[in-house]
C-alpha cells in the first residue's frame, strides 16, 4: 500500500464529504476510493471513518490522523517549494480569486501591473460571485467584498464600501420614483443573488428597514443584474463602487440615498500554511497600498437631497 497515496485520498474524501465526492474530486472511480481509504484502515488497524449512506463522519482516532496527515502535507509542500525556489525569488503560478466585476474593474489592471516587474510569475484568475474555499481550491490570495465568515484566514482590511439604489431613467420616466424605502413594493426590481437572502437593508431614525421591489429579475452574478437594470428592467441595489461611472454618466440614477449609510469591509485573505512562499508576499505588499489607494478614490458619496 502506498501510505502517501492513502492519505491523499482520505483528505480528500474528509474534505469533499463523502467517498463519492472525494472520488469525484479525484477523478478516481468510487470503489478504487473506498478501497484505498479501507486499506488504510486494515494497516492502521482502526476505523478512520464511519460510512453513513450520504456522508462521512471521522471517529476519534480519525480525526487524530486527519489531523496529522494535514501538517505532513503541509510540511511536504513547504519542502517542494523551498527545493523550486519559491522561497528565494518570487516566482511560479500564483492563483488569485475575486468578484467578477469588482475584479474586472479594479484588481486585475492592478495585477497585470504586478505581472510586468515580476516576470516569472504566471498568474492564474478564477473571477467567481461566490466565496472560495482558498484550502481546498488551492487559492493563494482572495478579495472578499462583505463581512468574513472564515475566522481561520489571514485577512487585511483594503477599505470599505456601501450600496446605493438605483434605475434607469428610463425607468424611472415609466414607473416614477419611490421616495421611501416602503414604495419600493410597488416597484419592478433587479436582485443579484439567492433566492434565500433576504430583503435590501436601510435605515431611519436609528431603526432597520428589510424591504425589497417585486423581483422580475434574479441574476446569478453582479454584472448581469447591472446590464438588465441599465436596460430599464427595474431597480436594483448595487455597490456603489460598481456602478459610479454610470451614475456620474446619467445612465443610472441614485434613489434613496437618505436611508443608505451602512458601510462593508473589503478584504484581501490568504491562508498561511507553515512559511508564506514569496510570490504571495510580494503580491500581497504590491497590490495591498494599491487597493486601499482604489477604494478611497472610489468612494462615492451619496448625492446631498
Given at each position: 500500500?502506498d501510505?502517501f ?11 469533499a464529504?463523502s ?7 479525484l ?11 479501507a486499506?488504510?484502515?486494515r494497516?492502521?488497524g482502526?476505523?478512520?471513518l ?19 496527515a494535514?501538517?505532513?502535507m503541509?510540511?511536504l509542500?513547504?519542502?517542494e517549494q523551498?527545493a523550486?525556489?519559491?522561497y ?6 500564483l ?7 469588482f ?6 489592471p ?19 460571485d461566490r ?14 467584498l ?8 489571514h ?5 470599505e ?5 438605483c434605475?434607469?431613467?428610463?425607468y424611472?420616466?415609466?414607473?416614477g ?6 414604495d ?24 432597520r ?5 417585486d ?7 453582479a454584472?448581469a ?14 455597490p ?23 458601510l462593508f469591509?473589503v ?22 497600498p ?16
Amino acid at each position: 500500500m502506498d501510505r502517501f497515496d492513502a492519505m491523499q485520498v482520505l483528505l480528500a474524501v474528509v474534505d469533499a464529504g463523502s467517498l463519492s465526492a472525494g472520488s469525484r474530486k479525484l477523478n478516481a472511480p468510487l470503489p478504487s476510493v473506498s478501497r484505498k481509504v479501507a486499506e488504510l484502515e486494515r494497516h492502521l488497524g482502526t476505523r478512520l471513518l464511519v460510512r453513513t449512506s450520504r456522508n462521512i463522519q471521522l471517529t476519534d482516532a480519525g480525526r487524530d490522523y486527519v489531523e496529522a496527515a494535514r501538517q505532513i502535507m503541509a510540511q511536504l509542500d513547504d519542502a517542494e517549494q523551498r527545493a523550486s525556489g519559491e522561497y528565494e525569488e518570487p516566482r511560479g503560478v500564483l492563483t488569485v480569486t475575486m468578484p467578477i466585476s469588482f475584479g474586472h474593474d479594479h484588481v486585475l489592471p492592478l495585477a497585470y501591473d504586478f505581472l510586468t516587474e515580476h516576470p516569472r510569475i504566471r498568474l492564474n484568475v478564477l473571477c467567481l460571485d461566490r466565496a472560495v474555499n482558498l484550502v481546498d481550491e488551492h487559492v493563494d490570495v482572495g478579495i472578499r467584498l462583505g463581512e468574513l465568515a472564515d475566522g481561520t484566514l489571514h485577512a487585511v482590511k483594503l477599505g470599505e464600501f456601501g450600496f446605493v439604489t438605483c434605475a434607469s431613467p428610463d425607468y424611472l420616466n415609466r414607473k416614477g420614483h419611490p421616495a421611501r424605502p416602503e414604495d419600493l413594493a410597488g416597484h419592478d426590481g433587479v436582485v443579484f443573488g439567492h433566492i434565500s437572502q433576504p430583503g435590501w437593508t436601510y435605515h431611519r431614525d436609528g431603526l432597520r428597514l428589510d424591504v425589497q421591489p417585486d423581483v422580475r429579475i434574479r441574476a446569478n452574478t453582479a454584472t448581469a443584474a447591472l446590464a438588465a437594470a441599465l436596460r430599464g428592467a427595474g431597480i436594483i441595489r448595487a455597490p456603489r463602487h460598481q456602478v459610479a461611472g454610470d451614475l456620474r454618466s446619467g445612465a443610472l440614477v441614485a434613489l434613496l440615498d437618505a436611508y443608505e449609510g451602512q458601510l462593508f469591509p473589503v478584504h484581501l485573505i490568504y491562508a498561511r500554511q507553515g512559511l508564506l512562499p514569496l510570490k504571495v508576499r510580494v503580491f500581497i505588499d504590491w497590490m495591498v497600498p494599491r487597493l486601499r489607494r482604489a477604494l478611497r478614490d472610489l468612494a462615492v458619496a451619496p448625492r446631498d437631497g
